[in-house]
């Protein structure tokens, strides 16, 4: 669930991992980590399927 709402909302991490059942961003991001191999914020980064409404802070050049 936590991959799903990384990539299609523009939830911050600690929502997200409040919404997954983890008291603490440390133990989400440890855990996340474990499983997948990179940081929650590399696997949004890499992953996205919305861009970010301001496109100055996404990790891409909008299309024109």
Do not use: V
């Not at 008291?23 to 980590?33: E, I, P």
């Not at 696997?43 to 970010?52: L, M």
Request: aromatic share 10%; hydrophobic share 35%.
């Amino acid at each position: 669930k936590a991959c799903q709402l990384l990539t299609s909302t523009e939830e911050s991490i600690l929502d997200i991992a409040l919404q997954t059942g983890f008291s603490s961003l440390s133990s989400f991001h440890r855990h996340f980590m474990e499983l997948m191999g990179c940081s929650a914020q590399a696997f949004r980064n890499e992953k996205r399927a919305i861009p970010k409404k301001d496109w100055k802070y996404a990790p891409y050049q909008p299309k024109e």
